[in-house]
């Protein structure tokens, strides 16, 4: 019998910065320690400003430099990501709020954490948007995501069978 894997949705605006770099370094993080099999993630946005678009070309630099693959395509969060996630992860409050206003159940709720409670090295409370800023923002992004994505990595391997 096949296992199911632990699925994981990181969750952003626009789907293009904080929640697709949260995807793909847990991604790379995943595959690291071998657990393809047994992890799955993906990202969303809470607009649809950008659908079908790929991850922002200045995070995308950032993670590459720092040896990380970049995949994806931005997409709207829908109602069905509650069911077909064991956890969605949002970048800040704003994304927490909405994503809690469209939970129907005590258990869709349970879901929804914030990124940074993964984290370990840093103490903000948000992920924040980096899109109209400079480089330093980008790379404080792609540290956040490093750090929150060992601490998630840690947790979902309790997790899973």
Sequence with gaps: MATIPYRVLFVCMGNICRSP???????????????ADSITCDSAGTLDYHTGNPPDHRMSAVLQHRGIPIQGQARHFTRSDFQNFDLILTM?????????????????????????????????????????????????????????????LEQVRKEIP
């Design 21 to 35: 770099a949260g995807d793909n370094v847990f991604r790379h993080y995943v595959g690291e320690a071998g657990l």
């Design 92 to 152: 800040d409050d704003d994304n927490l709020r909405d994503i809690l206003a469209l939970a129907k159940t005590p258990e869709e709720e349970t879901k929804v954490k914030r990124f940074t409670d993964f984290c370990t090295e840093h103490d903000l409370h948000e992920v924040p948007d980096p899109y109209h800023g400079g480089d330093a923002g980008f790379e404080l992004v792609a540290d956040l995501m490093e750090d929150g994505c060992a601490g998630l």
